[in-house]
Each structure stands twice: as C-alpha cells, then as structure tokens.
C-alpha cells in the first residue's frame, strides 16, 4: 500500500476541509489552494502510519472531507486505536498521618 497523506485546509485560521491522498494525488490536493486564487489558504501535509491508513475506509480516501466527515474519520480510528494499560496503584505515605494496626 502506498502512503496516505493528509492535507489539512485552513482559511484565515478557520478549518476548511482534510483532503487523504495516496503519493499521486498529493500534488494536485496541494496545488488547490492555488486554483482558488486566496491568499489566506494554509496547508498542513502530514502522512498516516501504514497501519492507520490501512484502517481508513476507502470512502474517506481521494475527496474533500468537511468538519463533520473529518470528526467521523478521527472517531473511527481512535476507536481502534490501543488502550493504554492502567497506571499502577501506588499507596503512599502521608507525613504526620497514622497507620493502621
């Protein structure tokens, strides 16, 4: 499987929409910004860990994602993501306090 990248849109710092792309896509979902002439448009590219992106449905993959899709997307793969183990119960002693017999 080739990278997933995500690239993140933002409009005068608001969310406009995440773009994922395999290696081919990733020129042209960084270069429409460009066609749509705004100044203010930001870009974050960053590229998904082969097993998450192997988690992401494919209707997800290759289309501008609003705020609503891309809340679903985090959803899903924070879902199968590992739980942590719990921390280890640590008794410990308070100064000036009594201990039980």
Same mark, same amino acid.
Request: proline share 7%; no cysteine.
């Given at each position: ?5 995500? &690239?993140?849109? +933002? !409009?005068?710092?608001? @969310?406009?929409? &995440? ?6 896509? *990733?020129?042209? %979902? ?5 066609? $749509? *002439?705004?100044?203010?448009?930001? *870009? +974050? !590219? ?6 998450? %992106?192997?988690?992401?449905?494919? $209707? @997800?993959?290759?289309r501008m994602l609003d705020e609503d899709e891309a809340a679903e997307?985090?959803? *899903? ?5 590992? $739980?942590? $183990?719990? %921390?280890? @119960? &640590?008794?410990?002693? !308070? ?7």
């Amino acid at each position: 499987m080739s990278p997933i990248h995500r &690239v993140r849109y +933002q !409009v005068g710092g608001r @969310f406009e929409g &995440v773009i994922l792309v395999d290696d081919d896509g *990733l020129g042209a %979902a960084m270069g429409w910004p460009i066609l $749509k *002439l705004d100044r203010d448009w930001t *870009l +974050q !590219v960053d590229t998904i860990a082969d097993e998450e %992106a192997a988690a992401i449905p494919a $209707k @997800f993959i290759g289309r501008m994602l609003d705020e609503d899709e891309a809340a679903e997307l985090d959803r *899903l793969l924070m879902a199968r993501m590992p $739980k942590k $183990k719990p %921390a280890p @119960f &640590v008794r410990r002693s !308070v100064p000036g306090a009594r201990r039980r017999a």
